[in-house]
C-alpha cells in the first residue's frame, strides 16, 4: 500500500518551551505535539483538549493559550506513514518538550514492541508518574478510597522492559544456555525462553532522586522504595541500597529513615524531613488495601511500578480515572494509563477523564497549577452531578449515562461556572 510522505507543519502561532539551566521557560503561547492515539485516542484526547483549553481560557482571561501540534504515532501513523513511530514524532517532542498522547495499542505476543516503551526509552523519559487519588463520587470496591494518595515513581527505562530476550530454540537462546552452562554452572531447562533484567545504579539513582524531590517540593511526608529484594538481590536489592544511598549522600539534611523514626521516643518524624522506608513488593499490595494512609511516594522499578499502580487505580475507580506522566530531566509526555480500547473505537462512549487529568499533570508541570485546579475541579463537579459516561453511570445509583464529548461539555460548563 503506497503511503504519504510523511509532512510535520508545527502550527502558525505559538512559541517552544526552551530549557534553560534544567528549568522551562514557558510562553504565554506554548506549543505542545499531540498525538490522538489508536482506538479511542481520538475521542479522549479531543475531550481532553476541550476541557483544558477551556481551564486555561477561563483561569487567565485569555492571556494564555495552548497551540497544539499533531504529531503522529500508532497505527494510523503505519498506515499513512510506513512507521509507527516516525522519526519526526520523536523530534517534535524533543524540540518542543512537552507533549500529550493518547492510549496506542501494543499486542499481545507477537507483533511490535510497546511503543509507550518505545517512546520512554527513545526520549529518555526515565520516571513514569503516575498519581493515585479518589474523585469524591467515582465508585470503588473499597470502603476508604479517599485514604489512598500516592504518587508512583516508577523507572522506565530498563527492568524486563528492556525488552533483552530470546525465543525458545533461537540460536542466541542456545549461545545463552551454554554460555551459561559451562562458565558459570548454571542450568536451564533448554526448553526455555531467556530474558535479562537490568537494573542499573545510574538509572535507579535518577528515579529515586526524583522521588525525593518531588515530596519535598510538595510537602509529601514519605518515599516508600518498593523491591522484591529478599529475592533478586543484585537488581532489586541493588535498588533498595542506591535509593538509601540518595537520600543519604544528597538529601541527608532532609530526610529520615524509617529507623531513624522508630528509635525517636515520639515515634514521629523529625520537623520538615521526608521519610524514607523500604518494603517489599509483595507485601505493598496488601499495604495499600489495609494501611494505604500509611504511604505517599512511592518509588520503584519498573515491572513492579506496572503492577502497583493499576492495583492501586483499582481502588479509587479504575483505569478511566487514572493519569501518568514521563519525565526526563526537563522532557515530559503525559498520558492516560489505560489502553486504546478498540472495540470502542469512535462511538463516543468511553470515559476521557484520565486523559483529562494527564492533561491536568501537564499544566503543572508547566506552572499553570490555578489552570489545572480549575480543570480537576470541573471533573470533580461534572461527577458530582452524576451524567457521566457508561463504566461509571452503571455502578451509581441516579446516574445519568452521556457519551465522551457530553461528559467534556458538562466539565466546560463547570469550568466557566454555568
Same mark, same amino acid.
Given at each position: 500500500?503506497?503511503?504519504?510522505?510523511? %509532512?510535520?507543519?508545527?502550527?502558525?502561532?505559538?512559541? %517552544?518551551?526552551?530549557?534553560? =539551566?534544567?528549568?522551562?521557560?514557558?510562553?504565554?503561547?506554548?506549543?505542545?505535539?499531540?498525538?490522538?492515539?489508536?482506538?479511542?485516542?481520538?475521542?479522549?484526547?479531543?475531550?481532553?483538549?476541550?476541557?483544558?483549553?477551556? $481551564?486555561?481560557?477561563?483561569?487567565?482571561?485569555?492571556?494564555?493559550?495552548?497551540?497544539?501540534?499533531?504529531?503522529?504515532?500508532?497505527?494510523? $501513523?503505519?498506515?499513512?506513514?510506513?512507521?509507527?513511530?516516525?522519526?519526526?514524532? @520523536?523530534?517534535?517532542?524533543?524540540?518542543?518538550?512537552?507533549?500529550?498522547?493518547?492510549?496506542?495499542? @501494543?499486542?499481545?505476543?507477537?507483533?511490535?514492541?510497546?511503543?509507550?516503551?518505545?517512546?520512554?526509552?527513545?526520549?529518555?523519559?526515565? $520516571?513514569?508518574?503516575?498519581?493515585?487519588?479518589?474523585?469524591?463520587?467515582?465508585?470503588?470496591?473499597?470502603?476508604?478510597?479517599?485514604?489512598?494518595?500516592?504518587?508512583?515513581?516508577?523507572?522506565?527505562?530498563?527492568?524486563?522492559?528492556?525488552?533483552?530476550?530470546?525465543?525458545?530454540?533461537?540460536?542466541?537462546?542456545?549461545?545463552?544456555?551454554?554460555?551459561?552452562? @559451562?562458565?558459570?554452572?548454571?542450568?536451564?531447562? *533448554?526448553?526455555?525462553?531467556i530474558g535479562l533484567k537490568p537494573i542499573s545504579e545510574f538509572c535507579s539513582k535518577r528515579l529515586v532522586r526524583k522521588a &525525593?524531590?518531588?515530596?519535598l517540593a510538595h510537602g509529601r511526608r514519605s518515599v516508600t522504595l518498593v523491591h522484591k529484594g529478599n529475592i533478586m538481590k543484585f537488581t532489586e536489592g541493588a535498588f533498595?541500597?542506591?535509593?538509601?544511598?540518595?537520600?543519604?549522600?544528597?538529601?541527608?539534611?532532609?530526610?529520615?529513615?524509617?529507623?531513624?523514626?522508630?528509635?525517636?521516643?515520639?515515634?514521629?518524624?523529625?520537623?520538615?524531613?521526608?521519610?524514607?522506608?523500604?518494603?517489599?513488593?509483595?507485601?505493598?499490595?496488601? =499495604?495499600?488495601?489495609?494501611?494505604?494512609?500509611?504511604?505517599?511516594? &512511592?518509588? @520503584?522499578?519498573?515491572?513492579?511500578?506496572?503492577?502497583?499502580?493499576?492495583?492501586?487505580?483499582? =481502588?479509587?475507580?479504575?483505569?478511566?480515572?487514572?493519569?501518568?506522566?514521563?519525565?526526563?530531566?526537563?522532557?515530559?509526555?503525559?498520558?492516560?494509563?489505560?489502553?486504546?480500547?478498540? %472495540?470502542?473505537?469512535?462511538?463516543?462512549?468511553?470515559?476521557?477523564?484520565?486523559?483529562?487529568?494527564?492533561?491536568?499533570?501537564?499544566? *503543572?508541570?508547566?506552572?499553570?497549577? *490555578?489552570?489545572? &485546579?480549575?480543570?480537576?475541579?470541573?471533573?470533580?463537579?461534572?461527577?458530582?452531578?452524576?451524567?457521566?459516561?457508561?463504566?461509571?453511570?452503571?455502578?451509581?445509583?441516579?446516574?445519568?449515562?452521556?457519551?465522551?464529548? $457530553?461528559?467534556?461539555?458538562?466539565?466546560?460548563?463547570?469550568?466557566?461556572?454555568?
Amino acid at each position: 500500500m503506497p503511503t504519504e510522505r510523511l %509532512k510535520l507543519e508545527p502550527p502558525p502561532e505559538g512559541h %517552544k518551551i526552551l530549557i534553560a =539551566q534544567g528549568a522551562l521557560r514557558v510562553p504565554d503561547d506554548p506549543i505542545v505535539p499531540l498525538i490522538e492515539g489508536d482506538g479511542v485516542g481520538p475521542d479522549v484526547t479531543a475531550a481532553a483538549r476541550r476541557t483544558i483549553d477551556a $481551564a486555561v481560557d477561563a483561569t487567565y482571561a485569555g492571556r494564555r493559550r495552548i497551540a497544539w501540534y499533531r504529531v503522529p504515532a500508532g497505527e494510523s $501513523a503505519l498506515i499513512r506513514h510506513g512507521d509507527m513511530l516516525p522519526d519526526a514524532t @520523536t523530534h517534535a517532542i524533543r524540540e518542543y518538550v512537552v507533549a500529550l498522547k493518547g492510549p496506542l495499542t @501494543t499486542p499481545v505476543g507477537g507483533g511490535f514492541r510497546s511503543l509507550n516503551v518505545a517512546l520512554r526509552q527513545t526520549l529518555d523519559l526515565f $520516571a513514569n508518574v503516575r498519581p493515585v487519588y479518589w474523585l469524591p463520587g467515582v465508585p470503588s470496591p473499597v470502603l476508604h478510597p479517599e485514604r489512598l494518595d500516592i504518587v508512583i515513581f516508577r523507572e522506565a527505562t530498563e527492568d524486563v522492559y528492556a525488552g533483552i530476550e530470546w525465543a525458545k530454540g533461537s540460536d542466541e537462546a542456545r549461545r545463552i544456555l551454554e554460555i551459561l552452562r @559451562t562458565e558459570f554452572n548454571v542450568r536451564v531447562r *533448554e526448553d526455555s525462553g531467556i530474558g535479562l533484567k537490568p537494573i542499573s545504579e545510574f538509572c535507579s539513582k535518577r528515579l529515586v532522586r526524583k522521588a &525525593i524531590a518531588y515530596a519535598l517540593a510538595h510537602g509529601r511526608r514519605s518515599v516508600t522504595l518498593v523491591h522484591k529484594g529478599n529475592i533478586m538481590k543484585f537488581t532489586e536489592g541493588a535498588f533498595r541500597e542506591w535509593g538509601y544511598e540518595v537520600a543519604r549522600d544528597e538529601f541527608g539534611d532532609r530526610t529520615a529513615t524509617g529507623e531513624d523514626v522508630q528509635r525517636r521516643p515520639d515515634g514521629r518524624a523529625p520537623e520538615g524531613k521526608v521519610v524514607i522506608k523500604d518494603v517489599i513488593a509483595d507485601n505493598m499490595f496488601q =499495604q495499600l488495601l489495609l494501611r494505604p494512609a500509611e504511604y505517599d511516594v &512511592i518509588a @520503584t522499578s519498573n515491572l513492579n511500578g506496572d503492577y502497583l499502580s493499576d492495583a492501586a487505580a483499582a =481502588q479509587v475507580g479504575g483505569l478511566g480515572v487514572a493519569p501518568g506522566g514521563n519525565l526526563g530531566d526537563a522532557h515530559a509526555l503525559f498520558e492516560p494509563i489505560h489502553g486504546s480500547a478498540p %472495540k470502542y473505537a469512535g462511538m463516543d462512549k468511553v470515559n476521557p477523564t484520565a486523559e483529562i487529568l494527564a492533561g491536568a499533570m501537564m499544566l *503543572e508541570h508547566i506552572g499553570w497549577d *490555578e489552570a489545572a &485546579i480549575r480543570l480537576k475541579e470541573g471533573v470533580r463537579a461534572a461527577i458530582r452531578a452524576k451524567a457521566v459516561t457508561y463504566d461509571l453511570a452503571r455502578q451509581m445509583a441516579g446516574a445519568t449515562e452521556i457519551g465522551t464529548s $457530553a461528559f467534556a461539555e458538562a466539565i466546560v460548563r463547570a469550568i466557566r461556572g454555568a
